[in-house]
């Protein structure tokens, strides 16, 4: 008896002094390690990474930029059963304990002694786990499990349990860029929390164990046991019936991957805001949750889409059919393995689907896709493949589908409108279109070429291109500036100049049919766009007064050549810039600065920025006072093709909204009779020359230019009406031809018709007004002279008021007979 007291005393002695060495290890690893844990007090104003949200003007969705994807929700708007799943997944002791489970950890310690093995599974909290997640690295080792249960103790003082809940379901990574309860189940099952059912819960508070190989994509069989798992414990904690858990377990598993919800296809437009926020953000644009208001209208978007990509469709069919995209040699039994490894290194591209030739005969054609649907082609299907042999020729029309299509090519097949499968390449032919409102210069739709897939360049900002005849109307403004009117007859004739750039050279401009048509009215010329004309009239004005007073649309002088083929449109221009130029004769003479971002808000919907962009508003009190100090002939600060680029960067766009009934007013660029009087003649172009096209869609406030260059490198049509500027351009990126015959009318036009078609639909018309100090008369349409009285061949023309004072006195300019180059009588 007395021995066993003996060794009683002796282990309460060792007891003790195991007690008293543990509380020293522990006092002295907290006074170690202490120090240098970081406050957990910044939890409370935690900032978690968000992704930058780009929207359209009606709040639907362009695009969301940023590594992960995560969307923070609060926890009282967490499920009950989600909450309950995570629980039996990871710490069912959650709400009763102190932010450490005793169990848990003597659990793990008895298996790392008994194992040798750090990798040990199990023994931490959430409350743990979130000091891990926030603070610290996800090494093995035992200083870090330390300083994770001082954290935890510091979390449970910091926070309530419902704040910590939150912060991990926030937080928690569920595989394939998913971050957040939120984000993974819209991400595997397509659904807002609310809608998940105990089984799905039970799929999602299994993930973050293993998020990388233990998800129902990665690893379906895995994930399904993991869920086995779950629904276990929650039916031993009685989270669940036993009911509840036997269907939950019977229930079929759907989980797909499902990316953001786009709603609007605008990827070259999304890159250029994207690259804007960060310029304007920061590094933190990316990551701080902003939510990017922009100009776009979603509905024009998608018609610009649609006409692009159809009008490149329809320019590379007419120039024949290139052959397949790919092949492979099938085996004889060749199955589906094959098919899909053949079409495994093709993407859709723009509707255009990839397809392997699995059989080929006279009569038709069986096409495999990628996600098993089989597809017969007829002859009517292929009709249009005609092989290319130049971008004149082409070859004859195939008589069978089997002198189209062979086994083993990989091509392209698309559905026409009726839903019938035809078949199809991928344009090598670019295109551009950029639309904005006049009135203020917000960008309202943006393509940048066929597929952002296939090249990010995007051609309506970042290009350099000829205008070609589009560029006329600028040079048709300096020169009714200069004292010409729409009635000023100039002889339509060869011409030849001094050529500086070769010794003793000359240059001899043409006109592009290689005609003449003598005394032609500058109406008439622009509307047929003859070039001589416009050659002769830049002479007249001269070279340096021209490219000054071309400025004034927002073109810098370095993007337009010091000499005479300015008139022929060899200035280097996006489509953006032509838009922008010509949006001065839309809204009455006034420069406009292009932008794209209306307003950023922060994760907590605080507008951070806001535009105040510039804007014409001829109708303002304000404008007009302004208008009435402005001398008639303006000349506005040069803009540069930087500004109308990066036009969120300008002076015109600020982070404070102009007050209430006080717009910010666009500087003038031009004389409002001026811009009406150009805006006139492009109306007859539209109704009656090179853009007649156009009157396909029966209204009468259209007007526009047509505009192609040398060799039919570049075809382009840019026109507007009170509400919309619109340029589009057609051509080569590497500035090869288009092909004999391919005009602006055909290659560009189309485009804008067919966008215009949807953009001005049930919009009414909108005649331009005549301003003030213009004024109707009647010409003799032969000379340009007022008409008499008793004239019965006079038509009707208009003109400044004072250019038909001055030619009711004298004559109005004309050509010197006697000298071969043009002299002109203008004042």
């Known amino acids: 008896m007395t021995l066993f007291l003996r060794l009683l005393r002796y282990a309460l002695y060792l007891v003790l002094a195991g007690v008293l060495l543990g509380g020293l290890a522990v006092g002295t690893a907290y006074w170690l390690i202490a120090p240098r844990l970081p406050s957990v007090e910044t939890l409370k104003d935690v900032r978690l990474q968000v992704p930058l949200r780009i929207k359209s003007a009606d709040d639907k969705l362009i695009a969301t930029f940023g590594e992960t994807k995560r969307t923070p929700v609060r926890i009282q708007d967490v499920p009950e059963r989600l909450k309950l799943?995570?629980?039996?997944?990871?710490?069912?002791?959650?709400?009763?304990?102190?932010?450490?489970?005793?169990?848990?950890?003597?659990?793990?310690?008895?298996?790392?002694?008994?194992?040798?093995?750090?990798?040990?599974?199990?023994?931490?909290?959430?409350?743990?786990?979130?000091?891990?997640?926030?603070?610290?690295?996800?090494?093995?080792?035992?200083?870090?499990?330390?300083?994770e249960i001082f954290l935890a103790f510091r979390i449970e003082s910091a926070l309530s349990k419902d704040e910590i809940l939150e912060l991990y379901l926030n937080k928690a990574f569920f595989g394939h860029r998913s971050y957040g309860i939120a984000a993974a189940a819209e991400f595997y099952y397509g659904k807002s929390l609310d809608q998940l059912d105990l089984a799905e819960c039970a799929m999602l508070a299994s993930i973050p164990k293993f998020p990388s190989t233990g998800n129902p994509l990665s690893?379906?069989?895995?994930?399904?046991?993991?869920?086995?798992?779950?629904?276990?414990?929650?039916?031993?904690?009685?989270?669940?019936?036993?009911?509840?858990?036997?269907?939950?377990?019977?229930?079929?598993?759907?989980?797909?991957a499902h990316e953001a919800p786009v709603e609007v296809d605008a990827p070259y437009f999304a890159e250029l805001v994207r690259q804007e926020a960060i310029e304007r953000l920061g590094n933190n644009a990316l990551t701080d949750g902003y939510v990017v208001k922009t100009t776009l209208n979603s509905a024009n978007q998608e018609a610009a889409n649609r006409a692009l990509r159809e009008a490149l469709t329809t320019y590379d069919r007419r120039h024949g059919w290139r052959g397949a995209e790919g092949h492979v040699d099938l085996a004889a039994d060749a199955a589906r393995e094959q098919w899909d490894q053949a079409l495994s290194d093709f993407r859709t591209i723009a509707g255009l689907v990839p397809a392997l030739v699995t059989e080929s005969?006279?009569?038709?054609?069986?096409?495999?896709?990628?996600?098993?649907?089989?597809?017969?082609?007829?002859?009517?299907?292929?009709?249009?493949?005609?092989?290319?042999?130049?971008?004149?020729?082409?070859?004859?029309a195939p008589k069978s589908v089997s002198d189209v299509l062979k086994r083993g090519d990989v091509v392209r097949v698309q559905l026409d409108n009726e839903g019938n499968w035809k078949l199809a390449q991928i344009p090598t032919v670019e295109a551009a279109i950029v639309a904005l409102n006049p009135e203020d210069g917000a960008i309202e739709s943006m393509v940048g070429g066929f597929s952002f897939l296939r090249s990010k360049f995007n051609r309506a900002t970042q290009s350099a291109r000829q205008p070609g005849?589009?560029?006329?109307?600028?040079?048709?403004?300096?020169?009714?500036?200069?004292?010409?009117?729409?009635?000023?007859?100039?002889?339509?004739?060869?011409?030849?100049?001094?050529?500086?750039?070769?010794?003793?050279?000359?240059?001899?401009?043409?006109?592009?049919?290689?005609?003449?048509?003598?005394?032609?009215?500058?109406?008439?010329?622009?509307?047929?766009?003859?070039?001589?004309?416009?050659?002769?009239?830049?002479?007249?004005?001269?070279?340096?007064?021209?490219?000054?007073?071309?400025?004034?649309?927002?073109?810098?002088?370095?993007?337009?050549?010091?000499?005479?083929?300015?008139?022929l449109g060899t200035a280097a221009v996006a489509p953006l810039a032509m838009a922008r130029g010509f949006a001065v004769f839309a809204n009455g003479g006034y420069l406009v600065d292009p932008y794209y971002i209306s307003e950023?808000?922060?994760?907590?919907?605080?507008?951070?920025?806001?535009?105040?962009?510039?804007?014409?508003?001829?109708?303002?009190?304000?404008?007009?006072?302004a208008d009435s100090s402005t001398p008639s002939t303006p000349s506005p600060p040069q803009a540069s093709a930087a500004d109308a680029l990066n036009p969120i960067g300008s002076a015109h766009a600020t982070t404070t909204p102009a007050a209430p009934g006080k717009p910010h007013l666009a500087p003038r660029a031009i004389d409002p009779r001026n811009a009406y009087l150009v805006a006139s003649l492009m109306r007859d172009v539209v109704k009656r020359g090179t853009g007649s096209a156009a009157m396909v869609l029966k209204r009468n406030d259209l007007a526009g230019k047509t505009g192609t260059t040398n060799d039919h490198r570049d075809a382009w049509f840019t026109g507007f009406n009170s509400q919309l500027a619109v340029s589009c351009w057609v051509g080569f990126d590497d500035f090869s031809s288009l092909?004999?015959?391919?005009?602006?009318?055909?290659?560009?036009?189309?485009?804008?018709?067919?966008?215009?078609?949807?953009?001005?639909?049930?919009?009414?018309?909108?005649?331009?007004?005549?301003?003030?100090?213009?004024?109707?008369?009647?010409?003799?349409?032969?000379?340009?002279?007022?008409?008499?009285?008793?004239?019965?061949?006079?038509?009707?023309?208009?003109?400044?008021?004072?250019d038909a004072t001055r030619l009711a006195e004298r004559p109005p300019p004309t050509e010197d007979a006697d000298n071969e180059q043009p002299a002109y009588d203008v004042f």
């Not at 009911?243 to 377990?249: N, R």
């Not at 069986?366 to 082409?394: K, M, N, Y």
């Not at 004005?541 to 002088?557: D, K, Q």
């Open 85 to 147: 799943a995570f629980l039996a997944a990871e710490d069912a002791d959650f709400y009763t304990h102190r932010g450490i489970d005793i169990g848990g950890i003597a659990r793990a310690v008895w298996l790392t002694l008994s194992t040798g093995s750090k990798h040990v599974a199990g023994g931490s909290t959430i409350t743990q786990q979130v000091a891990r997640m926030f603070f610290l690295s996800p090494e093995v080792s035992y200083t870090r499990k330390v300083s």
């Open 219 to 256: 690893r379906p069989q895995r994930a399904l046991e993991r869920r086995g798992y779950v629904l276990g414990r929650m039916l031993e904690n009685r989270f669940i019936s036993q009911a509840d858990y036997d269907a939950a377990m019977k229930e079929t598993d759907l989980a797909q």
């Open 361 to 396: 005969a006279k009569d038709h054609a069986t096409l495999q896709l990628a996600d098993g649907q089989a597809v017969s082609l007829a002859l009517g299907a292929i009709e249009w493949a005609r092989p290319r042999i130049d971008e004149d020729r082409r070859g004859a």
């Open 469 to 567: 005849s589009g560029f006329k109307p600028f040079l048709y403004s300096a020169a009714f500036d200069h004292g010409f009117t729409p009635a000023s007859v100039l002889n339509d004739a060869p011409v030849s100049f001094p050529d500086p750039s070769k010794p003793d050279g000359v240059w001899t401009p043409k006109n592009d049919d290689d005609s003449f048509r003598g005394p032609i009215r500058l109406r008439e010329a622009l509307v047929k766009s003859v070039n001589l004309v416009s050659v002769r009239l830049l002479d007249a004005i001269g070279v340096r007064y021209a490219r000054e007073y071309i400025t004034r649309f927002g073109l810098s002088p370095d993007q337009i050549p010091p000499n005479l083929s300015m008139a």
């Open 600 to 625: 950023i808000a922060d994760r907590d919907g605080q507008i951070v920025y806001r535009a105040d962009p510039g804007v014409a508003c001829a109708s303002c009190a304000e404008r007009q006072l």
């Open 739 to 802: 092909g004999r015959g391919e005009f602006g009318a055909k290659a560009a036009l189309p485009i804008w018709i067919d966008f215009m078609r949807t953009a001005l639909k049930d919009v009414p018309e909108q005649p331009f007004d005549m301003p003030p100090g213009v004024t109707r008369v009647r010409i003799d349409p032969a000379s340009g002279y007022l008409a008499g009285a008793g004239d019965g061949s006079a038509i009707l023309e208009v003109m400044k008021t004072e």
